[in-house]
């Protein structure tokens, strides 16, 4: 008999490799290299004779398309950020780190698709069913109809949800809990999680429910272990915030059904989460206008403008290497503006520390902030409060000139609805509104920028000589 050769597969990123070794070539992790079984234990191993192709029928690109059979969870966050729905007979990945609200907000989900009359079964791995319970209690979701089970083993959850009428949705919380039979490998790794969604994803297309599938996020933010289950799903989302803040942001990374760069707003309270469907009045809700180095980027999420405040505080070092500590942005990109501030607008920042902050813990992913970082660092360095009803947006070459960002429109009418009468925007916006109410500054380049503000330094000094 011929032994089937053992694998050994990095549990951080599912590289493989023929030998053990401490550091996984792959992505660097150190001790996360466990020996496996190459197949997973499904229909491997000697005596098996591979079963004779079937020709399948090919057919052409155009035809009939069918709309992708939705149930409305009526949560509209919740169906913003999936597109509309849950689809029938589609797999969805939520991830998130442990205890932002995960099984939170799919008791919520659950409740609200059981009282519409859907039939729901929830599958916890994690807690038992009196911690379910209680819970679904404080959501108020215990008088729905939702139906529970506390199960881990692949088999016994594909029996359980295969019996009696068909559920329209099923959630499995969590992913890193499922363990089969089948595969050969300890409860957790690759090959068990793998194995695991893999069964659950073929259950949703053979019968048409809608699958949510929980999994957890390590501190690298990758779904833990499994990054190979992301592409094995329709759609991957996120839920993300921050502990020390309220509000959760469910943002999608893929989906097969809909759009990828939405957003859905929540906000966690004692009786579970709520939806924010002015996401822009929750983040500009602390602002203290009159500091220097707070300017207001008009971002947009999807197709959803959101107003948020970006923070920076530059002040002189002493230590040899300054410090740029960020958080809700991008570092590499801080760099960049730092540089281009000092090439061409001869802003010197190496002898100062640099802080930024995205208010309110929110994550801002957009090129188009550029503007609004670069004014809050002149504000901060030139000690001067910029105006309090501007917003800023466009992107920043590393020439410094400002390039125009898409939407413009939008971003504009989002501003004027909360009562911001400014706007400092690239020159050359493809979209901007004609005689519209507000006062916009279209600027060409970054020194553009910094004379701008430099020169109401100026004025504010004339001022106070003339007093
Ligand atoms: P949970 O949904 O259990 O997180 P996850 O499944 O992502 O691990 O949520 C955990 C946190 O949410 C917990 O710290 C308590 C808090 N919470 C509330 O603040 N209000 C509520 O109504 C509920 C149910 C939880
Ligand atoms: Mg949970």
Redesign the pocket.
């Known amino acids: 008999m011929v032994k089937a050769r053992t694998q050994f597969v990095c549990q951080n990123c599912g590289t493989a490799h023929s030998r053990w070794v401490g550091k996984c070539e792959g992505c660097g992790e150190w001790n996360t290299v466990v020996e496996e079984d190459p197949m997973g234990g499904i229909g491997s191993g000697p005596g098996k004779v591979p079963k004779k192709g079937r020709p399948v029928a090919l057919t052409a690109l155009s035809g009939e398309i069918e709309e992708a059979p939705r149930i409305h969870t009526r949560i509209s966050e919740l169906d913003r950020a999936t597109g509309g729905g849950f689809v029938r007979g589609s797999a969805v990945l939520i991830g998130?780190?442990?205890?932002?609200?995960?099984?939170?907000?799919?008791?919520q989900a659950a409740a609200a698709l059981s009282r519409g009359g859907h039939r729901v079964i929830y599958v916890s791995g994690?807690?038992a069913v009196a911690q379910v319970r209680l819970?679904a209690q404080?959501?108020q979701a215990a008088e729905t109809d939702v139906l529970l089970a506390a199960e881990t083993n692949v088999e016994d959850i594909l029996a359980t949800i295969g019996e009696g009428k068909r559920p329209d949705l099923v959630i499995i919380?969590?992913i890193q809990t499922l363990w089969s039979d089948t595969a050969d490998a300890a409860p957790g790794t690759v090959t068990q999680v793998r194995t695991g969604v893999q069964a659950m994803i073929r259950f949703a297309k053979q019968t048409g429910a809608a699958m949510v599938l929980?999994g957890?996020v390590t501190k690298d933010g990758q779904i833990a272990g499994p990054r190979v289950v992301e592409h094995m799903v329709d759609a991957v989302l996120y839920?993300e915030g921050d502990?020390g803040h309220?509000y959760r942001i469910l943002r999608t990374v893929k989906n097969r059904f809909g759009p990828t760069d939405e957003i859905g707003v929540f906000e966690?309270?004692?009786?579970?989460?709520r939806e924010v469907s002015n996401p822009s009045e929750l983040f500009l809700g602390e602002r203290n206008a009159k500091s220097p180095g707070a300017a207001v980027f008009a971002g947009m999420e999807g197709t959803r403008p959101v107003l948020v405040e970006v923070q920076a505080l530059v002040a002189p070092t002493s230590l040899g290497t300054p410090r740029r500590a960020i958080v809700g942005w991008d570092s590499a990109r801080l760099s960049m503006i730092l540089a281009v501030l000092e090439a061409h607008c001869g802003v010197r920042l190496g002898q100062h520390d640099v802080y930024l902050n995205v208010a309110g813990g929110y994550r801002i992913s957009e090129p188009a902030a550029d503007l609004a970082v670069a004014s809050a660092l002149v504000s901060s360095l030139a000690g001067l409060a910029l105006p309090a009803d501007c917003v800023y947006f466009g992107e920043v070459s590393l020439s410094g000139a400002i390039r125009p960002v898409a939407h413009t429109a939008q971003r504009l009418k989002e501003a004027e609805k909360l009562g911001f009468s400014q706007a400092v925007l690239p020159a050359g916006s493809a979209d901007l509104p004609k005689g519209a109410g507000g006062q916009w500054t279209e600027i060409e380049s970054l020194p553009d920028l910094v004379a701008r503000i430099a020169g109401s330094k100026r004025a504010l000094q004339r001022e106070d000589e003339d007093v």
């Open positions: 998130g780190d442990p205890g932002i609200g995960k099984s939170t907000l799919l008791m994690e807690e819970r404080r959501l919380d969590s929980v957890h839920f502990r309220h966690m309270s004692d009786k579970g989460l």
